[in-house]
């Protein structure tokens, strides 16, 4: 399963050039370029959340087959 890593690594990308195009666009009085910097920052934020649930879930699916295993481990026993 994916670890989400990616995810996290392409959001944060996301949001420092957002940030770096909204003040852009707020340095030279471009409202679109400042908008198009604010939606690719929430975009960055929505796609690291994304990543931390993917490593979450994956997480707690290691552990669950740990457990199982183990499980299986004392009934062979």
């Known amino acids: 399963m994916d670890s989400g890593m990616g995810d996290k690594l392409k959001g944060m990308k996301d949001k420092v050039v957002g940030k770096i195009k909204e003040e852009y ?3 030279v009085d471009d409202p679109e370029k400042e908008l198009e ?8 934020e929505a796609v690291e ?3 931390e649930i993917k ?18 481990d004392e009934w062979k026993k």
Do not use: C, M, P, T
């Not at 910097?37 to 960055?44: E, M």
């Not at 490593?55 to 299986?72: G, P, Q, T, Y």
């Open 37 to 44: 910097g604010k939606l690719q920052q929430a975009r960055g």
């Open 49 to 51: 959340k994304a990543g």
């Open 25 to 27: 666009g707020d340095l």
């Open 55 to 72: 490593e979450d879930i994956s997480d707690k699916v290691d552990d669950l087959a740990d457990k199982a295993n183990d499980k299986i």
